[in-house]
């Protein structure tokens, strides 16, 4: 069984279901990304994984432990963390203290992460005094991840990582999302610039309308015609 698997999820938010026998999974140190048009059930399945939204079929899966039960908390717990697309810093905040922040639950030094932190993100640390609300979109986002990162997880979701910055400031996030995946963290990702995405993913999971439309590796889903001509403009 995959590291984590959300397996078989129906449910949504309350009214009408979102999402409909969809299974997402990762392996350890392996980028899958989830792709697909607007309104497809990206972020809700990516939701669903992290027990932000009820699924009344389905189960989500961690390192063998079902954990369908569990709160978002719990989950953090259990070494995952979640970075949503929008209000995903503390603005009044420094740098370093959003990264405070993202350790809460650990009760060990901290000092040696945060400096992994900015050796990823090296312009963090030179604005580590700086609030984060007065950085640009490119930055904050680093501030997100690098919070999530402050937790240790075995498990990283990002949802629209690139949303709104620059085609150079997405390269380089890309660029450090595979650096984190190469220390053996699973990377779940939903991401707008499918393409893009799809290049850097050892796995793609294409949506449409809540359900699997295709599953395969990055770079098959990128050569698939069908895939290329529907969801990465041909």
Do not use: W
Request: with cysteine.
């Amino acid at each position: 069984m995959s590291y984590l698997i959300g397996e078989g999820m129906t449910g949504g938010y309350g009214g009408a279901d979102i999402l409909h026998d969809c299974t997402i999974a990762a392996e350890k140190g392996e980028i899958a990304v989830i792709v697909g048009p607007n309104g497809a059930g990206k972020s809700t399945a990516m939701k669903a994984v992290f027990g932000m939204l009820n699924i009344h079929t389905g189960r989500v899966v961690l390192d063998g432990e079902d954990i369908t039960e569990l709160s978002p908390q719990e989950r953090v717990g259990k070494g995952m963390a979640f970075v949503p697309q929008t209000n995903n810093v503390f603005p009044t905040m420094s740098v370093e203290e959003n990264l405070e922040m993202g350790a809460f639950l650990r009760r060990d030094d901290i000092s040696v992460t945060m400096e992994q932190v900015f050796e990823l993100f090296p312009i963090l640390g030179d604005k580590r005094r700086q609030n984060a609300g007065e950085l640009s979109g490119g930055q904050r986002q680093q501030v997100a991840v690098g919070r999530a990162l402050m937790t240790q997880p075995k498990l990283l979701m990002l949802d629209e990582p690139t949303a709104g910055v620059s085609p150079i400031v997405m390269d380089e996030l890309f660029d450090r999302i595979i650096e984190v995946a190469r220390t053996g963290i699973s990377i779940l990702m939903v991401e707008q610039n499918a393409r893009q995405a799809l290049n850097i993913a050892d796995k793609g999971y294409v949506l449409v309308q809540g359900r699997n439309r295709f599953t395969d590796t990055g770079a098959a889903l990128m050569a698939n015609p069908e895939v290329r001509a529907s969801f990465l403009g041909g």
